[in-house]
């Protein structure tokens, strides 16, 4: 018996699920447009100082290096910062661009091959031996 009275019940849910489906087809009302997801329509959320922070120092991450330099050349890069009144990190940039761009443009000084010699380390073949000698104290 009591599974007679849950198929009445089952059965009368769904005949009343189908007759509203009916009246809904028969009142013309159409169907709500499917939701499309926003494009950047709303106005971005606005930064608290620590969020600003922390994604301005994120985007300069991106462009930071780590180099080894032979003894002296910090010393000579902070010299000429101080003397350009600038960042060592600008300075250091500059010098590199510049060679860099020489070294493209194809000029003989700046070909590494006769500075190479065996590393030890098992993940790089080679070291450069950099020739630089600090400026002598006045």
Same mark, same amino acid.
């Given at each position: 018996?009591?599974?007679?009275? @849950?198929?009445?019940? @089952? ?57 080894? #330099?032979?003894? @002296? ?19 250091? @940039? ?15 000084? #700046? ?28």
């Amino acid at each position: 018996m009591s599974k007679e009275k @849950g198929k009445k019940r @089952g059965s009368v849910a769904s005949d009343m699920a189908a007759q509203l489906k009916a009246i809904k087809a028969a009142s013309g009302i159409p169907k709500p447009p499917a939701r499309e997801s926003p494009e950047v329509t709303e106005p971005p959320a606005r930064e608290t100082p620590s969020q600003r922070k922390k994604r301005k120092t994120s985007e300069r991450l991106k462009h930071r290096a780590t180099f080894d #330099l032979p003894p @002296g050349m910090k010393d000579e890069l902070s010299e000429y910062a101080a003397e350009y009144k600038t960042t060592m990190s600008q300075i250091a @940039g500059f010098f590199l661009a510049d060679a860099i761009q020489r070294y493209r443009a194809g000029d003989p000084d #700046l070909d590494p091959s006769s500075f190479l010699i065996p590393s030890a380390s098992m993940r790089y073949l080679n070291n450069i031996e950099i020739d630089y000698e600090p400026p002598l104290p006045f």
